[in-house]
């Protein structure tokens, strides 16, 4: 199992940038899928972004329609840590942001596959 906690969230008008982070403890991060999720209220949780490390340091990155070319993930591999660089916020974006660990081989966006999760942080973006 890993342990993730989720900080960075916070209040942002439409069109700014926030950075949210995801540190991990427990069992190194690389052995998992790492993914950001986000559910807005009255919304199912949805998938926004995921990051892979192969064997090789090689990585593959994946996104959401809604967020690609505007979101950024990342990881800081000695700290253990993912990231989301999120720009060019909308306020559609609004929603508690989730950090997710999955195990499972292959390419992961159901939230039913994601077996560790982080509280949640908030991200407010005003119009």
């Known amino acids: 199992q890993v342990q993730l906690a989720e900080s960075g969230g916070g209040l942002v008008q439409a069109g700014g940038s926030l950075r949210l982070s995801c540190a991990a403890s427990?069992?190194?991060?690389?052995?998992?899928?790492m993914g950001w999720f986000r559910q807005a209220p009255g919304k199912e949780r949805e998938f926004v972004a995921a990051?892979?490390?192969?064997?090789?340091?090689?990585?593959?990155?994946n996104y959401a329609g809604s967020v690609k070319g505007r979101f950024t993930i990342s990881s800081d591999n000695a700290k253990n840590t993912v990231y989301l660089q999120m720009n060019s916020l909308k306020p559609e974006d609004t929603a508690v942001y989730y950090c997710?660990?999955?195990?499972?081989?292959?390419?992961?966006?159901?939230?039913?596959?994601?077996?560790?999760w982080g509280q949640g942080t908030q991200v407010t973006v005003s119009s």
């Open positions: 997710a660990a999955s195990d499972r081989r292959g390419v992961q966006t159901a939230p039913a596959d994601f077996g560790s």
């Open positions: 990051i892979r490390w192969s064997s090789n340091s090689v990585y593959y990155t």
């Open positions: 427990g069992r190194t991060f690389r052995s998992y899928l």
